[in-house]
């Protein structure tokens, strides 16, 4: 690694770190506020006479577990906190911008992989400014050029702005994703020559080597939709998973396909994985990551059996969108527009009329 290599390396580490540390600054004052309602009670006195170190962890995640939303306000940042970018394995970011569903703010995730042969983007944003933006901050930390995307997810929140890419990347796409973009593009309005069409296909994996790197782009089957890819590095174990995974955020069902939406994430978890990124909400810590997957999975069985219960008790779609009820769920974002989304796409399910 040449000097200018190891100034620019630490440089990028230093501008990743500030997100997360703004956050875990955040959890730490929770943290010491929520000490008062632990110290005294008995079993975290005793682990912090017994183990300090385990009672600093258990402080932190009751922490993170109490700012634990998509909601960027709710955990005390703002928007000139965004974009954030966090290393999460060596030359291995990830990329969190802010957008809007009616009222409520979330954020949009992409990933994008350094290396000594071009830079692998899985993920644009959801318009030609933030993805252009995007590229500038990745154009700030190497003079790499974007030579690969992956379109992990074909939905417009992770496609409309793709056309700020390089005309000459590669674009990789699973062939039911590549259906959607095509038939996208050829709808009244659309800039069809500025839109960026699939010059690759992966119907179920395909290694990538990448500047001494393996990449390996995933059908783990269908979920969020019909062609979700996942962007897997062995070596580094990390995940990408693109709209596969919301964390705290309501499963918007809009083109899923529930039941298989379980399986796959079932599949992911059987990877060997140490950070599991999703494609919105936070890229928080490894642990809470995997943790919430499995509240995530959860999540979506739950959506599956309240409208099941609604199905069999023969309560009609329109009824049953209004009266569904998701308990923790209730709370999470983006309920109120996606619940009854959800329930109609789960009847569809259960009427045998996905495609």
Same mark, same amino acid.
């Given at each position: 690694?040449?000097?200018?290599?190891?100034?620019?390396?630490?440089?990028?580490?230093?501008?990743?770190?500030?997100?997360?540390?703004?956050?875990?600054?955040? #959890?730490?004052?929770?943290? @010491?506020?929520? $000490?008062?309602? +632990?110290?005294?009670?008995?079993?975290? =006195? !005793?682990?912090? &006479?017994s183990?300090?170190?385990?009672?600093?962890?258990?402080?932190?995640? #009751?922490?993170?577990?109490? @700012?634990?939303? $998509?909601?960027? +306000?709710?955990?005390?940042?703002?928007? =000139? !906190?965004?974009? &954030?970018?966090?290393?999460?394995?060596?030359?291995?970011?990830?990329?969190?911008?802010?957008?809007?569903?009616?009222?409520?703010?979330?954020?949009?995730?992409?990933?994008?992989?350094?290396? !000594?042969?071009?830079?692998?983007v899985?993920?644009?944003?959801?318009?030609?400014?933030?993805?252009?933006?995007?590229?500038?901050?990745?154009?700030?930390?190497?003079?790499?050029?974007?030579?690969?995307?992956?379109?992990?997810?074909?939905?417009?929140?992770?496609?409309?702005?793709?056309?700020?890419?390089?005309?000459?990347?590669?674009?990789y796409?699973?062939?039911?994703?590549?259906?959607?973009?095509?038939?996208?593009?050829?709808?009244?309005?659309?800039?069809?020559?500025?839109?960026?069409?699939?010059?690759?296909?992966?119907?179920?994996?395909?290694a990538?080597?990448?500047?001494?790197?393996?990449?390996?782009?995933?059908?783990?089957?269908?979920?969020?939709?019909?062609?979700?890819?996942?962007?897997?590095?062995?070596?580094?174990?990390?995940?990408?998973?693109s709209?596969?995974?919301?964390?705290?955020?309501?499963?918007?069902?809009?083109?899923?396909?529930?039941?298989?939406?379980?399986?796959?994430?079932?599949?992911?978890?059987?990877?060997?994985?140490?950070?599991?990124?999703?494609?919105h909400?936070?890229?928080?810590?490894?642990?809470?990551?995997?943790?919430?997957?499995?509240?995530?999975?959860?999540?979506?069985?739950?959506?599956?059996?309240e409208?099941?219960?609604?199905?069999?008790?023969?309560?009609?779609?329109?009824?049953?969108?209004q009266?569904?009820?998701?308990?923790?769920?209730?709370?999470?974002?983006?309920?109120?527009?996606?619940?009854?989304?959800?329930?109609?796409?789960?009847?569809?399910?259960?009427?045998?009329?996905?495609?």
């Amino acid at each position: 690694m040449t000097p200018a290599h190891r100034r620019r390396r630490a440089r990028r580490t230093s501008r990743a770190a500030r997100g997360p540390v703004a956050a875990r600054g955040i #959890a730490l004052l929770v943290a @010491v506020a929520l $000490a008062g309602c +632990f110290s005294g009670s008995g079993a975290w =006195d !005793d682990t912090l &006479r017994s183990d300090p170190d385990e009672a600093e962890g258990s402080l932190a995640l #009751a922490a993170e577990r109490y @700012v634990g939303t $998509a909601d960027p +306000f709710a955990r005390g940042l703002t928007h =000139d !906190d965004f974009p &954030r970018v966090k290393e999460v394995a060596p030359d291995v970011y990830s990329y969190e911008q802010l957008r809007s569903a009616g009222e409520e703010w979330f954020t949009t995730v992409s990933l994008f992989v350094v290396t !000594d042969e071009g830079v692998l983007v899985a993920d644009g944003q959801g318009n030609t400014e933030e993805t252009q933006r995007m590229l500038d901050v990745i154009a700030g930390m190497t003079d790499q050029p974007v030579t690969h995307v992956v379109i992990a997810s074909d939905h417009g929140d992770h496609t409309g702005g793709n056309d700020a890419f390089p005309a000459d990347a590669r674009f990789y796409a699973h062939p039911t994703s590549a259906e959607v973009l095509g038939a996208t593009r050829a709808l009244p309005g659309v800039d069809a020559p500025a839109m960026p069409m699939p010059t690759d296909l992966v119907d179920d994996r395909l290694a990538l080597e990448l500047g001494g790197r393996t990449i390996e782009l995933l059908f783990l089957g269908r979920a969020h939709t019909g062609g979700d890819l996942a962007v897997y590095l062995p070596d580094e174990r990390v995940l990408f998973m693109s709209e596969a995974y919301l964390h705290r955020i309501f499963p918007a069902m809009r083109t899923a396909y529930p039941s298989e939406w379980v399986a796959m994430i079932e599949r992911a978890q059987a990877l060997d994985v140490a950070t599991y990124v999703p494609g919105h909400g936070f890229v928080d810590s490894p642990e809470i990551l995997e943790r919430e997957l499995e509240r995530f999975r959860r999540a979506v069985i739950t959506v599956i059996d309240e409208a099941t219960r609604l199905h069999e008790a023969g309560v009609p779609l329109e009824q049953a969108m209004q009266e569904a009820h998701f308990g923790e769920l209730e709370t999470w974002s983006l309920r109120s527009s996606q619940g009854p989304r959800a329930v109609q796409q789960v009847y569809a399910e259960l009427n045998g009329e996905l495609r």
